[in-house]
């Protein structure tokens, strides 16, 4: 016996008639009941002295009338009994029962003991339940898995290692193996959750463990799965880090079931929703690794459900590579896309990335140079054209356009002062551009690209003999250190570097870029003034949207593969865009990476476009001989002493600009330019 219940219906005991034997006590009145046991189903009633009456029901679920007046009425086929007023909820825990078998009908009791009270386990109804889970969990996982996670003294083991999250204990683990093995139907698992509000965490745990158990716990856990992501994301409080996180883990799941269209659509949707990253590449964690992490780890799962399909994944490895230019597993994944699709690729693509890829190589600044002779090299350079407005905005790095995150900030920075023209005679002279033809070409172009008017060019010498800097006054002037023209010289820019500085110089003056230098941003002597206090005022809307998402709700799951891509994402926001220093540095960096893309347009070069990022400051000139005999990579990504802070960030500084150097090269953005600035080349 499972259930006797009593209705709101009396029975009247009659006298029989005919041959009918008759009740001993006739005119009695009893109780209707319900009564359920493991195999029968029957409204029962009882008199005083023992007369019965049974009315056998079929095996099907009950159904209830509820009513706001009256009393409810709880029906099964044609039979209708009323029920007691405020008991409705006690009858509602038993619809199911006559519907099913042996161990269901017990579970479904001991569900609708658990939820009549209240979800207690220690007391009533709530070890009652208890009790009929245990008599039945060695027959059925289901109820196993119940009893584990609803009356285990310990839900979670902690884990030996601190840095690894809790698991689910071995009794819980021990009932999902069975479950997985068992051959259940995800629609199973999911119904199992739903009448036992479960909620989403621990629905999540289960699933993510489930998952770890192979195909038949893979195959289990989908339907579960898809029914909690939208429900937990419903509950962050943005959609940034975690609602990705929580996207990321059903794809895996979605593509370890060979569902790769269904894992391409939810990331695709993913993908327009995307918080912005533009400040996280200005101060990635490291230069190599990138910055837009959400963005690299997304596109990584997008390349893999494309390549299962046997389409598009080589756009995702492009994308990738743009991302991460200096990791060369990138570059090597785009290259074997490239050559594999054939014709039906990107040549152009193609041969760019195959040297990035050189140039990231070991030897790959080993004696280098980029000239025959600046006879022939003016010959054959090809003449520029002026860039429209739309190509000028194209042109400038995203997170410096109008509509981007540092378009307000960077024109806050204070002004260099302007030399004393009348003094630069005193250790400048002006160019002989009749002399200096490539300096004169480079001039001439990159201010016909810009739309900027005349520049003056003085070389300067002495403790001034490396470098350039451009100024903006009643007529513009360039300052070129002297060793840059002198081919005996280290700092010698050939044709290619040279137009690369000379162009990056003239930029800034064409986007009006009010500069610092780099020492003076990280050293923080900067004297902001009136106007820098301007500029973090008008940036606090945008500081504010960078706060971390909140991350109560998925640091209460605890789940496995949401704790791994929590980790893979931890460190995007470890340089802290809170400080004063830090919006300087990503203002500053955003500047010259658009002043660099200005500089690679002009020069089409990118290895000669980094040879002159090294030979323009001191400093980085001293390192070029460790980049010819060790390469790019190593020189840039090396460590130093913990005492050289300085030096640590002036290599962080060029690597961040060697990266999205690079990144633009391998871009369409840059292909749309060059075509558009050198219509012949």
């Known amino acids: 016996l499972l259930v006797w219940q009593a209705t709101d219906e009396r029975h009247e005991f009659e006298e029989g008639s005919g041959d009918d034997e008759g009740p001993i006590l006739a005119d009695a009145q009893s109780r209707r009941c319900l009564l359920i046991s493991e195999r029968r189903q029957a409204l029962v009633a009882v008199s005083p002295v023992g007369d019965l009456w049974v009315q056998e029901l079929e095996p099907q679920a009950l159904e209830l009338e509820s009513s706001v007046v009256g009393r409810?009425?709880?029906?099964?086929?044609?039979?209708?009994?009323?029920?007691?007023?405020?008991?409705?909820?006690?009858?509602?825990?038993?619809?199911?029962?006559?519907?099913?078998?042996?161990?269901?009908?017990?579970?479904a009791?001991?569900?609708?003991?658990?939820?009549?009270?209240?979800?207690?386990?220690?007391?009533?109804?709530?070890?009652?339940?208890?009790?009929?889970?245990?008599?039945?969990?060695?027959?059925d996982p289901l109820a196993a898995l119940t009893l584990a996670l609803l009356f285990s003294a310990e839900l979670v083991s902690p884990s030996a290692d601190p840095a690894e999250p809790a698991r689910l204990s071995a009794e819980a683990i021990a009932a999902l193996e069975r479950l997985?093995?068992?051959?259940?139907?995800?629609?199973?698992?999911?119904?199992?959750?739903?009448?036992?509000?479960l909620g989403p965490e621990l629905g999540e745990l289960v699933v993510e463990h489930l998952c770890e158990l192979g195909p038949g716990g893979l195959a289990l856990a989908l339907a579960l799965h898809e029914q909690l992501r939208p429900i937990l994301q419903a509950k962050l409080?943005?959609?940034?880090?975690?609602?990705?996180?929580?996207?990321?883990v059903l794809a895996e799941h979605l593509l370890a079931l060979d569902r790769s269209a269904q894992a391409l659509a939810l990331l695709e949707e993913r993908r327009g929703k995307l918080p912005s990253e533009q400040l996280q590449d200005l101060l990635p964690p490291s230069p190599e690794r990138g910055g837009q992490q959400i963005r690299i780890e997304l596109l990584a799962l997008v390349a893999a459900a494309h390549e299962r399909l046997g389409d598009g994944h080589v756009a995702?490895?492009?994308?990738?590579?743009?991302?991460?230019p200096l990791m060369g597993e990138r570059l090597t994944a785009l290259i074997e896309g490239l050559r594999a699709a054939g014709e039906a690729g990107d040549p152009a693509l193609l041969a760019r990335a195959e040297l990035v890829r050189a140039i990231l190589d070991e030897g790959g600044f080993a004696h280098a140079h980029d000239g025959d002779g600046d006879e022939k090299q003016l010959q054959r350079r090809p003449k520029a054209a002026a860039l429209d407005s739309e190509r000028l905005e194209q042109l400038r790095h995203p997170a410096a356009r109008v509509d981007g995150v540092l378009g307000r900030m960077q024109g806050a920075l204070a002004k260099v002062a302007v030399p004393d023209r009348s003094q630069l005679k005193a250790y400048c002279e002006r160019?002989?551009?009749?002399r200096l033809e490539l300096l004169a070409r480079a001039i001439?172009?990159?201010?016909?690209?810009?739309?900027?008017?005349?520049?003056e060019p003085y070389v300067s010498r002495g403790d001034k003999s490396v470098g350039l800097r451009a100024y903006e006054d009643s007529t513009s002037f360039m300052l070129i250190g002297a060793d840059h023209l002198d081919a005996d010289s280290h700092a010698y820019l050939e044709e290619a570097a040279l137009r690369f500085a000379v162009t990056c110089e003239i930029a800034h003056l064409r986007f009006a870029h009010n500069r610092v230098t780099s020492d003076e941003v990280w050293s923080g002597t900067l004297d902001l003034g009136l106007t820098g206090l301007s500029m973090l005022v008008a940036a606090a809307p945008i500081l504010k949207g960078l706060k971390a998402p909140a991350r109560h709700l998925l640091d209460k799951v605890g789940a496995p593969a949401i704790d791994r891509w929590r980790k893979k994402l931890a460190k995007r926001d470890s340089h802290s865009l809170a400080s004063d220093n830090s919006q300087l540095i990503a203002a500053h960096r955003v500047m010259q990476l658009s002043a660099d893309r200005a500089g690679l347009v002009a020069c089409g070069d990118p290895r000669a476009a980094i040879r002159a990022m090294f030979a323009v400051h001191p400093a980085h000139l001293s390192q070029w001989p460790l980049v010819e005999s060790h390469g790019l990579r190593t020189?840039?990504?090396?460590?130093?002493r913990d005492d050289d802070p300085r030096e640590r960030q002036r290599l962080d500084d060029l690597a961040v600009r060697v990266a999205a150097l690079l990144s633009f090269y391998l871009s369409p953005d840059y292909a749309a330019l060059r075509a558009a600035a050198f219509p012949g080349a």
């Open 237 to 248: 409080e943005d959609e940034g880090v975690e609602a990705a996180v929580l996207d990321f």
């Open 109 to 139: 009791l001991a569900r609708g003991l658990w939820l009549r009270g209240g979800k207690t386990a220690g007391r009533g109804t709530g070890l009652r339940a208890q009790t009929i889970l245990r008599e039945i969990a060695g027959d």
């Open 316 to 324: 995702a490895l492009a994308e990738l590579a743009r991302l991460q």
């Open 444 to 455: 001439a172009d990159a201010t016909i690209m810009l739309g900027v008017g005349g520049i």
């Open 180 to 197: 997985a093995k068992a051959g259940h139907e995800g629609e199973q698992l999911l119904a199992w959750w739903r009448s036992w509000e």
């Open 431 to 434: 160019a002989n551009l009749a």
């Open 72 to 107: 409810s009425v709880l029906r099964s086929g044609s039979h209708r009994v009323r029920i007691p007023l405020g008991d409705e909820a006690t009858f509602t825990m038993l619809l199911d029962m006559p519907a099913l078998e042996g161990g269901a009908r017990k579970l």
């Open 635 to 640: 020189a840039l990504t090396r460590a130093t």
